[in-house]
């Protein structure tokens, strides 16, 4: 029996549901998932494998116009999605008409790897403006297979499965078959805590956090973590804290039971807040965080 494997890139404008749809593919939650954009900041590999394949799902952040150094990181993650893909998935919603950089965008119509072009939140849309979407695409992206699709209702997911499989190239496994990504827990705890920041918090405050998980001791029946929550300014570090520590406390109430889930252990969090200033903008820092080599 023949093996085949490869990365499966994942790419797109923020918000069409990249994260969703790797889940559903891995079938675990290994990307966090909110209404906002920038949510993905890192490119995530969710690992599938059968008898005879393993393939790499790699999640990338949403395609923006960078505005500051930690977003030019974040681009980085996506042109280095082009250049290890044996497959590409460009995910697009309904009311898309283009990539927000047209430079991205080339790269998906003259590449020589194949293109599956996936209309994402149908359910959300007429079957008019479904197949209207479908023609357009299938003349603006010749080289791309076009199918419609829901992340979220798990629509037409098995069909995009079963195609990415038929179109693997042959090769080894990458990964030992019981792995299911290249990531280490640590991640998944900042990750887990990010994405409550996100959702609880407002305007800028959410891109200005970064997550340090600076202790991980597992046991048996519990694992001890100790993760500091980074902020660029002071004003920042009171609203990220809250009235008598209520709004810190949230996130971690929430957070450590998602981490229950996700580890299925018992889980003691301890979360502390720091000014590291104008981290964003700091290479060394991003080094730190994992943004940059």
Not at 36 to 41: D, G, L, P
Not at 67 to 88: R, T
Not at 152 to 159: C, G, S, V
Not at 228 to 246: A, L, P, Y
Request: hydrophobic share 40%; glycine share 4%; no cysteine.
């Amino acid at each position: 029996m023949k093996h085949k494997a490869g990365y499966v890139n994942i790419i797109g404008n923020p918000n069409v549901g990249k994260s969703t749809l790797m889940n559903a593919f891995v079938g675990e939650r290994l990307s966090i998932i909110t209404s906002k954009a920038q949510t993905t900041r890192h490119r995530i590999l969710g690992i599938v494998n059968g008898d005879d394949f393993q393939i790499l799902f790699s999640d990338t952040p949403g395609i923006i116009k960078p505005a500051y150094e930690l977003q030019e990181s974040m681009m980085d993650f996506v042109k280095s999605a082009f250049e290890d893909a044996d497959i590409l998935i460009y995910m697009v919603e309904p009311g898309e008409t283009d990539l927000k950089d047209e430079a991205f965008f080339n790269k998906i119509t003259h590449t020589k790897v194949p293109v599956l072009l996936l209309i994402n939140k149908i359910d959300k849309s007429s079957q008019e403006i479904v197949d209207d979407k479908m023609s357009y695409w299938q003349e603006k992206v010749p080289n791309a297979l076009v199918y419609p699709i829901s992340a979220l209702e798990n629509f037409n997911i098995q069909t995009i499965f079963d195609k990415i499989v038929e179109l693997l190239p042959e090769s080894p496994a990458f990964y030992p078959k019981d792995q299911l990504t290249d990531k280490p827990e640590r991640f998944f705890v900042n990750e887990a805590i990010r994405e409550k920041i996100l959702m609880h918090y407002k305007k800028e405050i959410p891109y200005s956090v970064e997550i340090d998980t600076e202790e991980f001791f597992e046991e048996t029946k519990i694992i001890k973590i100790r993760s500091v929550i980074m902020v660029e300014r002071d004003s920042q570090k009171g609203i990220i804290i809250g009235h008598k520590g209520s709004a810190l406390k949230r996130v971690g109430t929430e957070a450590r039971k998602d981490l229950e889930k996700f580890f299925q252990k018992k889980i003691h969090l301890e979360l502390y807040v720091k000014v590291n200033k104008d981290w964003r903008n700091n290479k060394n820092q991003l080094r730190r965080f994992g943004y940059q080599e």
